[in-house]
């Protein structure tokens, strides 16, 4: 079982938003503003879409957008686009003892 | 081009050992911290290790102090991990990954590698 809980499948139709979500607890998402996204596509490697909560990477689409309240953490893709489809996992700090700690990880399906 | 190069993973005995490498290219690896990050198959990813660019601090995972060591040479721009009393669980796929700066206190995970596969089994 992961640290953090995210929805295991979302879905949305091209050109629509859709968020997805990640909830922990005062001891990671919501003690600390290091929450990061990553998208995999599988057998590729990871890539970094979001960090520091609502940061985007140097070049990465302003589609990507990240938030957080209280424990949980979201994801917004907008405008969504058929090559979204992939696996987004979430990612915090979690203390010096911990480091860090992932979700299980949504899997996008775009209709 | 930036590229992170993982190799070592094999089969390995329950109890075993095991050092996994990878080859940095393309930046300048000794200003950016490391880590090493693992998947198993169709599961999620989960954390493992990480180092600060200079070396002096080292960061585990819980399920992996004490068994794993993590270390890097930063005039052959290679990162290692040694991992001793392999278990079940650790069957994954390790990424190396560069952190989007130095220290690695607080992981940010910028750059991953394709990988290298770790089977333990008897």
């Known amino acids: 079982q992961s640290a953090l809980t995210q929805p295991a499948s979302v879905s949305g139709f091209p050109g629509q938003s859709i968020t997805i979500s990640c909830t922990g607890s005062?001891?990671?998402?919501?003690?600390?503003?290091?929450v990061s996204w990553y998208q995999h596509y599988p057998g590729k490697a990871p890539k970094l879409i979001i960090y520091?909560?609502?940061k985007r990477p140097s070049g990465l689409s302003s589609r990507f957008s990240g938030s957080k309240s209280g424990n949980t953490a979201s994801l917004t893709i907008s405008g969504l686009q058929a090559e979204d489809e992939a696996d987004y996992y979430c990612?915090?700090?979690?203390?010096?003892?911990?480091?860090?700690?992932f979700g299980g990880g949504s899997r996008l399906t775009v209709l | 081009e930036v590229q992170l190069v993982e190799s070592g993973g094999e089969l390995v005995q329950p109890g075993g050992y095991l050092r996994l490498s990878c080859a940095a290219s393309g930046f300048t690896f000794r200003t950016y911290a490391m880590h090493w990050v693992r998947q198993v198959v169709g599961k999620g990813l989960e954390y493992v290790s990480g180092i600060s660019s200079s070396g002096s601090r080292t960061y585990y995972a819980d399920s992996v102090k004490g068994r794993f060591a993590i270390s890097r040479d930063n005039s052959l721009n290679m990162l290692y991990l040694q991992m001793g009393g392999l278990r079940g669980d650790d069957t994954a796929v390790y990424f190396c990954?560069?952190?989007?700066?130095?220290?690695?206190?607080?992981?940010?995970?910028?750059?991953w590698g394709h990988g290298t596969v770790v089977t333990v089994s008897s």
């Open positions: 520091d909560v609502n």
């Open positions: 005062t001891s990671d998402v919501g003690g600390y503003n290091y």
């Open positions: 990954v560069r952190d989007r700066d130095s220290s690695g206190s607080y992981p940010s995970f910028e750059i």
């Open positions: 990612c915090s700090y979690a203390g010096s003892d911990t480091v860090v700690v």
